[in-house]
């Protein structure tokens, strides 16, 4: 972001959520120059956003970049092997959604294995908050799924800790279940 690369900063990009996850390649990835962990507003009807990026690695080659919205490839760029690249695209928007940055590559030269991602850029469209229905079904039920284990498979060495999840597992599966009924399901 400029302010040069040291502990104090790193730790504001992390808390900010400007972050990737990677084997190799560093990216730097912008959407409407926003950066990972920001939030981008768009008026009511969404819009056209452009997104831009730059990737380098020291070995493991980049075989692909793809773009994401909301989960699905809106943008892929192939290369045959190159340690850096770099590109741009535009792509549309009609609600809110998130946008990341994937980059492809393999240092067995396995197609296809994911060498990096960004976190992604928060896209609110006419300030409405993003919301997949089949996402939050699918996370609420993992929270039941956690605390089926923690009630019955889990080992419980000490009580307290035990509570401590318990309660945290629960508030999660309250807020998310009321969340769900605010968008209207049941």
Known sequence: NG?????????????RGNTFVTVGPLLDFKVEGQVAGTVLDVSVGGGTLNATWKVD????PIDCVEVVVGGLMVHQVAFDKTLSAEGSCEFSVDSSTWVALRVRGSYRGEHGEIAAHSSAVQVKVGGLELFEKADAIAILEQIEGAIAYVDTLAPRPDALRYKQLRATLGAAHRRLHQRMHRHGIF
Request: proline share 0%; aromatic share 18%; net charge neutral.
């Open 3 to 15: 302010d040069g690369f040291d502990y104090e900063n790193w730790m504001k990009a992390v808390r």
């Open 57 to 60: 690695s020291v070995r493991l």
